[in-house]
T-cell receptor, first 114, second 111 residues
């Protein structure tokens, strides 16, 4: 399995500001994914981030609000821009495992926007 | 991806088998059935997956019906640490890798 770390683990931010979340994997992976889990809800896919190409966003998510970088095969960042209280969620990154059919998730970043 | 239906909650006694059902009647031929679980305040954890045949690993067994319209995740000897939300996900084809999480089943294991 892949070992995934995220920074920060949690943060409290003021509305109107931006936060960049980092995702680090202990091995090279092709596909990385970013999910959001709103309070009391299930996970929703934000975007797919492949190294060397633009991220692909799901319906309801746009690059201006959630810019993503994927500079190499072990690292990605998700920025939550111009935050509002509705952005308060857990943000999780995931990667495809060595067996391509599996995905492994990071511990998540807990964001509270005041 | 095909939609899945799971009971919202289930209880199980510690040491007994936990059998979690999932319906996926619109599953396509190239879609796998995946099970993940999310223990409180943690990221989802992969459990097992299968296409047609029954599968077993160190965590659980997956039983898929012959018509592939439903499946059952079996935790053979549930422990208190198995208390979690269990997600049944169907994925494959053009949406491969893009997991669609439903509300899952909250499994509570009692002493």
């Amino acid at each position: 399995s892949a070992v995934i770390s995220q920074k920060p683990s949690r943060d409290i931010c003021q509305r109107g500001t931006s936060l960049t979340i980092q995702c680090q994997v202990d091995s090279q992976v092709t596909m990385m994914f970013w999910y959001r889990q709103q309070p009391g809800q299930s996970l929703t896919l934000i975007a797919t981030a492949n190294q060397g190409s633009e991220a692909t966003y799901e319906s309801g998510f746009v690059i201006d609000k959630f810019p993503i970088s994927r500079p190499n095969l072990t690292f990605s960042t998700l920025t939550v821009s111009n935050m509002s209280p509705e952005d308060s969620s857990i943000y999780l990154c995931s990667v495809q495992g060595p067996e391509a059919e599996t995905q492994y998730f990071g511990p998540g970043t807990r964001l509270l926007v005041l | 991806d095909a939609k899945t239906t799971q009971p919202p909650s289930m209880d199980c006694a510690e040491g007994r088998a936990a059998n979690l059902p999932c319906n996926h009647s619109t599953i396509s031929g190239n879609e796998y059935v995946y099970w993940y679980r999310q223990i409180h305040s943690q990221g989802p954890q992969y459990i097992i997956h299968g296409l047609k045949n029954n599968e077993t690993n160190e965590m659980a067994s997956l039983i898929i019906t012959e018509d592939r319209k439903s499946s059952t995740l079996i935790l053979p000897h549930a422990t208190l640490r198995d208390t979690a939300v269990y997600y049944c996900i169907v994925n494959g084809g053009t949406s491969y890798g893009k997991l669609t999480f439903g509300q899952g089943t909250i499994l509570t294991v009692h002493p």
